[in-house]
């Protein structure tokens, strides 16, 4: 069963950094897509970047493009998701998740981890 650990939030001033981590166990991931996500307070949960594991293929949303990066240890287990030039709309709970690759970027992840929250100051 895939475990997905999240850490690294917390609270940052406006055009600050943070870089959130997910560690990833209980399975091999090759063959696996990797993603984040976040849930702002009264909104959907949205779809901010992915990462394939074997290939490192990449995706972001348009909110987060070119300030947001994702990338992967397999070493470590460990998926990484670097947030340059926050803004207060970055504003959420961010979860990792995990699925078996296929075509969409956006759905069909079916492992989460707990979250974890970033704040950003104005």
């Known amino acids: 069963q895939v475990q997905l650990v999240e850490s690294g939030g917390g609270l940052v001033q406006t055009g600050g950094s943070l870089r959130l981590s997910c560690a990833a166990s209980g399975r091999t991931f090759a063959g696996y897509t990797m993603g984040w996500f976040r849930q702002a307070p009264g909104k959907e949960r949205e779809f901010v970047a992915a990462i394939t594991w074997s290939a490192g293929q990449t995706y972001y949303a348009d909110s987060v493009k070119g300030r947001f990066t994702i990338s992967k240890d397999n070493a470590k287990s460990t998926v990484y998701l670097q947030m340059n030039s926050l803004k207060p709309e970055d504003t959420a709970v961010y979860y990792c998740?995990?699925?078996?690759?296929?075509?969409?970027?956006?759905?069909?992840?079916?492992?989460w981890g707990q979250g974890t929250q970033v704040t950003v100051s104005s």
């Open positions: 998740a995990a699925k078996k690759y296929d075509r969409n970027w956006l759905r069909g992840y079916d492992g």
